[in-house]
């Protein structure tokens, strides 16, 4: 057996349950739209917290299930579900920032109680400010611990572009990182 076939073969075995599991839902299986959700959760709380300020985040993943679940008719290729909701996700996040034009700063009281979710935002904020590519792999990775097969499944993207990204994410991240530190 060629080493590509077992790598492809539970991609493609996901991509068919989750085809599945999105035409059952299209015919209005509740319980079916519950195990996306379940699957998918992570990977679209991931996306919106790369973009959109943290406190916003739950009520937005919620949103964009109710969109996703509102518009199941208009997916063509249910084996792209996953990718599917990916763009629904980044769509709902650059709707939330054409709405609401200010940023959520943190505030000085809430940053001298504790240092470490101070500095866990801080970086987080650098994350959000790096080009999108990078941004949302290493949002899942580092924040919600996907693998890299898991992120490629999940948002269309090849396995070798997410290693790519998280790489050179991960580089200018650093950077980035550094640099703030020596000023």
């Known amino acids: ?9 539970p991609l493609a075995l996901a991509q068919s349950d989750n085809a599945f599991l999105a035409n059952a839902a299209r015919k209005g299986d509740r319980p079916a739209f519950g195990l996306l959700y379940s699957r998918f959760a992570r990977m679209v709380h991931g996306i919106l917290l790369a973009r959109v300020p943290r406190s916003e985040v739950d009520d937005l993943v919620q949103d964009v299930f109710l969109l996703a679940l509102r518009r ?15 763009m629904i996700a ?26 470490r979710p ?8 650098t ?5 999108e590519a990078y941004r949302e792999t290493l949002v899942l990775r ?10 490629a499944e999940r948002t269309g993207l090849t396995p070798a572009s997410v290693r790519v990204n998280l790489h050179r ?15």
């Not at 996040?93 to 504790?114: F, G, I, P, V």
């Not at 200018?172 to 000023?183: D, F, H, I, P, V």
């Open 1 to 9: 057996m060629e080493q590509g076939r077992s790598v492809t073969f």
């Open 72 to 86: 199941l008719d208009t997916l063509r290729d249910p084996c792209a579900f996953g990718p599917w909701l990916a």
């Open 90 to 115: 980044r769509n709902r996040a650059t709707d939330y920032h054409r709405r609401s034009r200010e940023t959520t700063e943190l505030s000085e009281d809430c940053a001298a109680q504790d240092p």
């Open 118 to 125: 101070a500095e866990a935002l801080a970086v987080l904020s």
């Open 127 to 131: 994350i959000q400010k790096l080009p």
């Open 142 to 151: 580092l924040v919600e611990g996907m693998s890299g097969p898991e992120i």
């Open 169 to 183: 994410g991960m580089k200018l991240l650093r950077e980035k990182l550094e640099g703030r530190e020596a000023s």
